[in-house]
């Protein structure tokens, strides 16, 4: 009876290890799908990033992407992330590609996000018309325009893409680290933090060949500069294809952390422009080279679940209402804001309300217990990320800026108090009325707790 015993459970264990693990591994794939799509304008426009780039671009240097990648199946519903070689993403434009697809596709809103790479060498798509020194004409404002409508046309067009690319996939992730970014308030605080993180996603199919990787990088994609007019997706630009060329047949994907305190260095050579380009290539390869260490190692952790998407909108206030004596002598200026507070001063002397705040978005992905992904709109500063993952652990999560809107900077407290152009200098540029109130952080900051796992 005993020999029975042990010979049963001899072939329990035979048959667990063989067939059991093998099914195991079956079982955490997930469907995935990824495409891209072509999203260069056709017809020179005005660049966005800079003020003083007073004509349409001058040539295109390589190719702008859009590039997606969805997730799950038609009975479980699909999650599908966008990434846009652009300097942000405007919200309208967020809102029409989900409701649009939400209507044709098991699509909900929270299980859609677009990220901008927040090159300061692509198009100007209507985030900040009245940024440039020199005023857009009507031909130029007609070309903005057509092109943003043709860019949400395309959007929904490599979503579905995606979906219908959509296989088994080994999904997993880890973290790497690369060095060029530096906080550029270190002359307001020499103490100004930085962060220098690189969080991978990888796609794998079934065989093990690589399908897709996402990346993301705290860092301002500036180290091309304003003389520079030339479409360019600047280092986040040439890391993607970089790290294409080291996987050939994958598509890699760019997303931006909380750099908007933080520039890429070296940048912006005034006395060689064209070391600009050998910079952003240099750093480029230094995410390539880091993604291919990190992707060819034994660390990464693998995700067991397609992600569950939450979201929410806060309202986040601004502290005064501007002078009108202030606005007239800013108005007869030539310089980037005058337009805007041209603009304000028509609306105050029609008594027409100034909006005191805005409706931003939050959003969080929730890959089962190994990996929590935040998305927050605009340029958000580096010390949401740091205090995330102080409160909540580095291992499991992954923050995202520049997602779904594109409203204006996103101090914290800290900033707020030490002033400075990420605090209220770039508010008018944003054509928002003032700097926020003191409590921005912690609004923020609950917002994003509110919708986070109970397990946190």
Avoid at 12 to 25: A, C, R
Avoid at 197 to 219: E, H, M, N, Q, T
Avoid at 332 to 343: A, E, H, I, P, V
């Amino acid at each position: 009876m005993r020999n029975q015993l042990l010979f049963a459970c001899s072939i329990f264990l035979i048959f667990y290890f063989t067939f059991g693990i093998v099914y195991g591994h079956k079982d955490k794939l997930i469907g995935v799908g990824v495409a891209r799509i072509d999203i260069t304008p056709e017809k020179p426009v005005r660049l966005a990033g800079y003020s003083g780039r007073d004509n349409p671009f001058d040539g295109v240097h390589h190719k702008l992407w859009a590039k997606a990648m969805a997730f799950g199946n038609k009975k479980e519903g699909f999650s599908i992330l966008i990434t846009v070689d652009l300097l942000g993403i405007p919200g309208k434009i967020t809102e029409k590609v989900r409701f649009e697809l939400g209507n044709s596709i098991a699509l909900s809103p929270e299980n859609f996000t677009i990220c901008a790479s927040h090159t300061h060498s692509g198009p100007q798509i209507g985030n900040i018309v009245s940024h440039f020194n020199k005023p857009l004409n009507p031909d130029e404002l007609a070309e903005i325009a057509a092109y943003a409508m043709d860019l949400t046309e395309k959007l929904k067009k490599v979503s579905l893409m995606a979906v219908q690319n959509i296989k088994s996939s080994s999904v997993s992730w880890g973290q790497g680290e690369v060095d060029f970014a530096v906080n550029r308030r270190t002359s307001i605080n020499p103490n100004s933090v930085v962060e220098h993180a690189l969080p991978i996603l990888k796609i794998s199919d079934s065989d093990g060949a690589v399908r897709a990787i996402l990346f993301s990088y705290a860092c301002h994609a500036v180290t091309l500069g304003p003389k520079n007019n030339v479409v360019h997706g600047d280092w986040a630009g040439e890391a993607q294809l970089q790290i294409e060329e080291n996987f050939p047949g994958a598509i890699a994907l760019v997303a931006i952390g909380c750099g908007a305190d933080q520039n890429s260095d070296p940048r912006m050579n005034s006395k060689d422009p064209h070391m600009d380009l050998e910079n952003a290539k240099k750093q480029g390869k230094s995410i390539a080279d880091e993604v291919n260490r990190v992707v060819s190692g034994h660390s990464l952790t693998p995700l067991k679940q397609a992600p569950s998407g939450k979201m929410t909108y806060i309202d986040l206030t601004f502290a005064d209402v501007p002078d009108p004596k202030k606005l007239a002598e800013d108005a007869k200026d030539s310089g980037r804001t005058s337009n805007y507070s041209r603009l304000l001063l028509s609306r105050m002397a029609r008594s027409e309300a100034i909006p005191m705040k805005i409706s931003y978005p939050i959003q969080v992905w929730n890959f089962g217990k190994e990996l929590t992904m935040i998305f927050l709109g605009g340029e958000v500063v580096v010390d949401y990320s740091l205090r995330l993952k102080k409160e909540l652990g580095a291992d499991r999560i992954w923050v995202n800026s520049y997602a779904n809107d594109m409203p204006c900077y996103i101090p914290s407290l800290r900033i707020l108090k030490e002033g400075g152009y990420e605090a209220e200098g770039a508010m008018i540029g944003y054509e928002k009325p003032s700097h926020f109130t003191e409590d921005v952080e912690e609004k923020v900051m609950e917002g994003i707790y509110s919708i986070l796992p109970k397990k946190f």
